[in-house]
């Protein structure tokens, strides 16, 4: 019926101890669009593992130790993490409705899901040590300041600004969306943000976690039940069924199989089914918030997702000494990432609009905050400063930044598409003017892209283009441009120094 990959079947007896540390997991990560290659680089840079690349885009496979999961919630370029259980390179659907989705309703059964629930129970048990030094420091903190300020005006401001942080959080603009998204019993809509927090400083260790997923009968002393739900991401044209009948009747089978109790909001365990053609990957969530939110707190119109920015960011190679400027920075998204993973640049943000340069400085305030909070840290702040300035008159010497990376004006919740045609070629000119010839290069995004073409065709004494980064942002069709500096010189309207 199909091509699989994996190993042999396991039925639903409970899981036992964690893997051995050394034990293979195979993980997928959803990436930006575009950004696929970008993302296998990292993981091969920093976890020494081969990538392949989903036929389906946004996706990227590899496999680590167990022992590795920390490191792999540290990566910079992935949104959410899951665990394969199988995957099927040409699964064969038949005509019928019904046929194909008792074909899959069949495949519960077969799959291995033993060590991929191991997996799971492993990243569990990270998740929850974390949360529990993350309320050590919540509380340390508090004595301090308590002790400080003997419960003053400052602990009061701190209250304040945590509870701006937590509705600004919930203000969020949703992100990219997959093709089609699914329900049912047992499921709930799945896009391609099934979002989860940023495991960081964990140690590699391969202890297991107090919920085991078992069969998931509840008896006396045995472990509660665990509460599941199926998410069903479905692309092509030739399936006879949904995505919500998919994940319905593969959810149904899941139930039956584990005796699992299926809740669609409070659930633990999140089975995923990703349907591309024909390829079908059966996968368990190792996130449940995006990694791309975690440097952001104070969100604006525009916020640009972290894990775009890195690969923005990364496109342009920014070495040692570089100095990195965004000069539409918005809530600073480009220039934090910056800041925490190439922390030998110098970097520095600005932008025309007060709030959003407010935004910016706020963030960077949390993200210090944050940073203090770790235990052990010796954190001397990080290397980035934020300025208010005219995008075409910008405050800096002459051909001395060495790489721009910025997300431009897309002329529909910001500006306006007729502006861009007089805005486009101003930047670019002034870009040319700061930016070191010969050695200089940008990463600029824009969904405004006959505008932008138009724009560099005028600047192409100054600027080459080296690669174009067909992305997806917010259901928008976008790109990066990557150009170079040319060693022609940029005309000078007025001078700073």
Not at 7 to 17: F, H
Not at 374 to 385: A, C, H, Q, R, V
Request: net charge negative; with cysteine.
């Amino acid at each position: 019926m199909a091509e699989a990959e994996a190993g042999a079947g396991a039925g639903p007896g409970p899981v036992g101890a964690a893997p051995s540390e050394e034990a293979a997991a195979v993980i997928g990560a959803t990436v930006p669009t575009g950004f696929e290659a970008t993302a296998a680089a990292e993981v091969q840079e920093k976890l020494g593992s081969a990538s392949r690349v989903s036929k389906d885009r946004g996706k990227i496979y590899f496999s680590v130790p167990a022992r590795c999961l920390p490191q792999v919630h540290r990566l910079r370029s992935v949104d959410n993490l899951f665990v394969v259980v199988r995957e099927f390179r040409d699964f064969q659907f038949r005509e019928a409705k019904e046929d194909a989705l008792k074909d899959l309703e069949d495949l519960v059964k077969e799959l291995p899901w033993t060590d991929p629930l191991k997996v799971w129970e492993l990243n569990n048990s990270l998740k929850k040590k974390k949360t529990k030094r993350k309320k050590h420091n919540q509380q340390s903190s508090a004595s301090k300041e308590k002790v400080k300020d003997d419960g003053g005006e400052e602990g009061t401001d701190q209250k304040d600004a945590s509870e701006q942080e937590d509705s600004a959080q919930a203000a969020e603009p949703a992100g990219d969306q997959g093709p089609e998204e699914t329900g049912g019993a047992g499921s709930q809509n799945g896009d391609d943000d099934n979002e989860q927090s940023e495991a960081k400083d964990e140690p590699c260790d391969g202890s297991g976690a107090e919920t085991k997923a078992g069969d998931g009968k509840e008896g006396e002393g045995d472990a509660k039940v665990l509460k599941f739900r199926v998410t069903c991401n479905r692309a092509g044209d030739k399936h006879s069924f949904t995505s919500n009948e998919a994940a319905r009747d593969f959810g149904g089978a899941v139930q039956e199989h584990f005796q699992w109790k299926a809740d669609m909001t409070n659930f633990d365990v999140e089975v995923l089914l990703n349907i591309h053609n024909n390829e079908v990957v059966v996968g368990i969530a190792l996130t449940e918030e995006s990694l791309h939110r975690r440097n952001i707190t104070h969100f604006g119109p525009t916020t640009l997702r972290s894990t775009l920015a890195y690969g923005m960011l990364r496109l342009c190679d920014p070495q040692p000494t570089d100095i990195i400027v965004d000069p539409m920075c918005g809530t600073g998204a480009i220039p934090i990432e910056g800041a925490m993973e190439w922390p030998s640049c110098y970097h520095i943000a600005g932008d025309n609009n007060p709030q959003a340069v407010k935004r910016a400085a706020n963030n960077i305030c949390s993200l210090l905050k944050k940073n203090e909070n770790k235990e052990s840290s010796t954190s001397l702040g990080i290397p980035l400063d934020i300025i208010q300035w005219d995008i075409c008159n910008l405050p800096l010497r002459t051909g001395s930044v060495d790489v721009i990376v910025t997300d431009m004006p897309f002329g529909k919740r910001i500006g306006s598409k007729k502006k861009n045609w007089d805005l486009y070629p101003a930047c670019l000119m002034e870009m040319g003017r700061i930016c070191t010839p010969g050695t200089g290069r940008a990463a600029l995004l824009t969904q405004d892209k006959k505008c932008f073409a138009k724009a560099l065709s005028r600047m192409g004494h100054i600027w080459r283009k080296s690669q174009t980064v067909w992305v997806n942002v917010g259901g928008l069709h976008a790109a990066v441009y990557l150009l170079k500096r040319t060693w022609e010189r940029a005309e000078e309207k007025r001078s700073f120094w």
